[in-house]
């Protein structure tokens, strides 16, 4: 039982580094005006440490390595709505692949299948929040003007949708062939 947990920890923290290290070294910045979005893989990540870890762990590792990667590239006044935003797609990618049944004996099509309809259904929900959410973030907190509030979430919906395209995609590839290398390793909790 110990030896779960650690496993589970030590995959959690692994999460959260190649969280940051997607976001810090993989990503194309858009600058608009003052502010700054930009396209990188994080989100990816989230949903392979949902996936793994299940939506709450996976969840909180991907949202703590993206928030510190937003903190750390100078994102700063977005990393509180990353954290959130990221949790939320970590917990319904994992609540959609408990749902779809995690079992021993599901094949590799069955995983491709687990991992395309949990990184839809998490990242499907961040490009409909994300832009909803960080125009009221940046009126009502940060006290960014609406119009500029409007002009920015418009932008960052674009990049949201770009994010997420790539992110199903890489999920989908790279999920089947982790979850086979773990089990035959022993390294799948659930």
Known sequence: MKNKKMIRLTQCALIAALAYIAFQFLRIDIPVGTER????????????????CGGAWGGLAGALGLTLADVTAGYLTSAPKTFILKMVIGLIAGGIAGKLGKTEKKTAAEQTRVALLS?????????????????FYKTYLIGTPQDLAKTLAKIGSAATLVNAIASVIVVTVVWPALYSALKRSDLINW
């Open 37 to 52: 979005t930009a396209i990188h893989l994080g989100n990816a990540v989230v949903v392979l440490g949902a996936l793994l």
């Open 119 to 135: 990184s839809v259904a998490g990242l499907g929900v961040n490009v409909f929040l994300d832009p909803i959410f960080g125009y």
